[in-house]
């Protein structure tokens, strides 16, 4: 309250110096012009310059073009500060400034108030601002709604020198939160402003029908006027024609005299009047264009913000879209990381399954290991120790046989050569399985000339072939990885078969080849012959331990032969099977690796 | 008069078998003749001549299991593919030296056998043979 008293004080005696034409023009801004012109001498009259009897004038300086300038000018031709004349100086540029005692500058024109404060140091110069931070300048004032207020960087302005009024000191704003809410104030007033230029526009047409009516008032005058002159001339007439009543108007000369003056004291007046109402029209159109200048000049700023606004606006949607394209990007990037992690968890289930099987299957195959060791082991042990109960009966067969002969009659006696035969049968059958546990334990593989081979198993079947008359044909053969002696055997027991295994009227005839593989990872090895040839139920049992095709009176044997064969291969890590026709022959094929 | 089971058929591969199981049933008084053979085709060969040669059809049939080529099974398949008047009334007892006859009595549901008997055969055995699968039958009709 105490404030806004003051204030109004201060106001009064300024309204009554301007007078009617001010109070003429009400519009918003006018108010604000003329009060910070006169907030800024107040100040001035209020501060003591630490210099104050170096300057004879009072020169107070203005930055930017700023209409203050104008304001200030005009006041000075009304009033003084600290007792001496007021001139007002303009500064376009913060280093020019010098000279001067008071420096105003408004933060519309963007004046650096750092840089503005470092340039005035030492010059004696008091600041006074507007719209800038708090604290940031000496003395800062900031528009409220029609009046300011002001804050005051004591601490500043001390260390400069200058000396506050305690009145100055006790209304201006003390912390910058107040500075910031009275900020926003002009903030939202600079927004009613805005409204406000229509309104003044409108105001601007009034004016100019006021003027209209003032010109029209002029002219009336104007005809006021010349009918004053025309009274004058009817008067100047009537003293004529009263002079020429001569002396006995004479007597009354004295009060024409005194009629005459009183009429050229009215006709002055008037002619005074008249060329105050020009003044007034002259200096109302002033204005007036000054109004529209600065109507102009706002709506430009409008029109500037606008403009920015735009800009924003579209540099706001632009980077909307480059947002929503970076978060396209993103979730496409994690959508594929998702993928590829997916994948990675797939792939390690299916190799992690893969790998169980794997240890599943080495444990599978050390048990096999150990279970086909056990066996050989078995067979090797029962084969040992069956032989020597078998060799007593057939030890007891004989005696029997060659010393009681006489004694037994036919059924006794053939009963005797059968348990001799079968006693011989049990022997041979238990060294084949002997024979056969031992196969496949040989490790001293070698590189085995399949050629020469084969010509030493013809040298010791040369009896077999002689009496049968067979025909061996044997291909160029290959080097071969393997044990020797149970290749031998392989051969042994195949050309034997072949040989065997034919009908008492053909002559058999063998033939013995090999060749690689597609993959060029093995050698097949084929052994061919004429013989009766094997029906397809049996092709697969000729190779299990003991299976026999026929009676042993048909073809002798014990049915290990291809057994053997079978197992021999299998450890040398080949495969052996067989082709044929009954009646025409058949091929036993092998193969072990290059 | 005439032995209850007139006439028995052996196959087996093996000769001495043939010959001892010959003996035994020669022995004992409820079995006729036996004719002996080598291997399954042999029988089957024989069993398809009858209805020519009007030579006499078995009563029972001893069949051993293992035999090379044609094994006992197989020999089982071909004999129900013969001709029913051929077949009917003939028992098929098994006879074997298989050290698991759970096996065999397990495949033996597959085929139709009359019986399973463990070798070599006895008199004991033959008198329970002859009491299962005879008697009955005689003493009913007789």
Redesign the interface.
């Known amino acids: 309250m105490l404030r806004s008293s003051f204030i109004c004080s201060l106001l009064f005696g300024f309204f009554l110096l301007v007078g009617s034409v001010q109070a003429q023009e009400s519009g918003n801004e006018q108010v604000k012009r003329v009060q910070r012109t006169i907030f800024i001498y107040n100040i001035a009259q209020q501060v003591t310059w630490p210099n104050a009897s170096d300057f004879d004038t009072f020169s107070i300086g203005v930055l930017g073009p700023d209409r203050v300038a104008i304001d200030l000018q005009v006041m000075a031709q009304r009033r003084q500060i600290q007792g001496k004349p007021v001139e007002v100086v303009r500064f376009n540029k913060v280093k020019d400034v010098q000279g001067i005692q008071l420096l105003y500058v408004n933060r519309k024109f963007n004046y650096d108030i750092n840089y503005v404060l470092s340039s005035l140091s030492g010059k004696n110069i008091l600041l006074i601002s507007e719209d800038y931070n708090y604290n940031t300048s000496m003395i800062n004032m900031v528009n409220v709604g029609d009046s300011f207020e002001y804050e005051i960087n004591k601490p500043l302005l001390l260390s400069t020198g200058f000396i506050v009024t305690p009145s100055l000191e006790n209304y201006a704003v003390s912390s910058s939160e107040k500075w910031k809410e009275l900020f926003q104030e002009t903030q939202d007033d600079l927004a009613e402003e805005e409204k406000q230029v229509e309104a003044q526009q409108e105001i601007i047409s009034e004016r100019d029908k006021e003027i209209k009516e003032q010109e029209k008032a002029l002219s009336q005058k104007d005809e006021i006027i010349t009918s004053s002159k025309d009274l004058l001339t009817r008067q100047q007439d009537s003293i004529l024609e009263l002079a020429s009543q001569n002396q006995l108007q004479l007597q009354k000369y004295e009060d024409k005299v005194l009629i005459e003056q009183e009429l050229e004291r009215t006709i002055a007046n008037q002619v005074e009047f008249l060329r105050t109402q020009q003044e007034t029209i002259d200096s109302t159109n002033t204005r007036i264009a000054g109004q529209l200048e600065i109507l102009k000049a706002q709506e430009d700023e409008i029109n500037e913000k606008q403009r920015i606004l735009d800009a924003q606006d579209e540099t706001i949607s632009s980077q909307k879209k480059v947002n929503m394209l970076l978060l396209v990007i993103a979730g496409l990037l994690l959508l594929g990381a998702l993928l590829i992690y997916r994948g990675y968890l797939q792939k390690r289930k299916l190799s992690d399954a893969l790998a169980e099987k794997n240890s599943e299957f080495e444990m599978q195959a050390a048990e096999l290991k150990q279970k086909n060791a056990e066996l050989e082991q078995f067979a090797y042990i029962a084969s040992h120790d069956l032989q020597e109960p078998l060799s007593t009966i057939s030890s007891l067969i004989g005696i029997l046989k060659e010393d009681y002969d006489h004694l037994f009659d036919d ?1 006794a006696k ?2 005797l050569q ?2 001799d ?2 006693s011989l049968r049990m022997r041979e059958l238990i060294q084949a399985l002997l024979k056969h546990s031992k196969l496949g334990m040989n490790q001293d593989k070698t590189y085995v000339n399949v050629n020469t081979l084969l010509k030493d198993i013809q040298g010791d079947l040369t009896e077999k072939i002689k009496t049968t008359g067979a025909e061996i044909y044997v291909d160029d053969m290959p080097e071969v990885l393997a044990s020797e002696v149970e290749l031998r055997l392989v051969y042994q027991n195949l050309i034997t078969n072949a040989i065997k295994f034919t009908k008492d009227d053909v002559v058999p005839e063998i033939n013995i080849s090999a060749e690689k593989t597609q993959d060029k990872a093995f050698w097949e090895f084929s052994v061919s012959d004429n013989g009766i040839g094997i029906p397809g139920a ?1 092709r697969d049992r000729i190779f299990a331990i003991f ?7 048909e073809y002798e044997g014990t ?1 290990i032969g291809l057994a053997h064969v079978k197992k021999i291969i299998d450890a040398h890590g080949g495969r052996i099977w067989v082709e044929s026709t009954v009646g025409e022959g058949s091929t036993f094929f092998f193969t072990l690796p290059v | 008069m005439m032995n209850p089971v007139e006439f028995v058929l052996l196959i087996d591969d093996d000769n001495a078998t043939n010959f001892f199981n010959g003996m035994m049933l020669g022995k004992h008084d409820s079995f006729g003749r036996t004719l002996a053979v080598r291997s399954g085709s042999e029988a089957l060969d024989f069993l398809q001549s009858i209805p020519n040669t009007d030579a006499q059809k078995p009563d029972l049939i001893f069949l051993d299991i293992n035999m090379p080529g044609m094994n006992g099974w197989e020999f089982l398949d071909a004999f129900k593919e013969l001709p029913v008047h051929i077949t009917e009334g003939i028992k098929v007892i098994l006879l074997s030296t298989s050290s698991n006859p759970e096996e065999v009595k397990k495949s033996m549901r597959k085929y139709s056998v009359d019986d399973y008997i463990n070798k070599p055969l006895s008199m004991n055995i033959l008198d329970s043979v002859y009491e299962v699968h005879f008697q009955k039958q005689y003493s009913s009709t007789s």
Do not use: A, K, N, W
């Open positions: 059924v053939q009963s059968f348990m035969d079968s049996y299976q026999r095709l026929h009676s042993r009176e049915g």
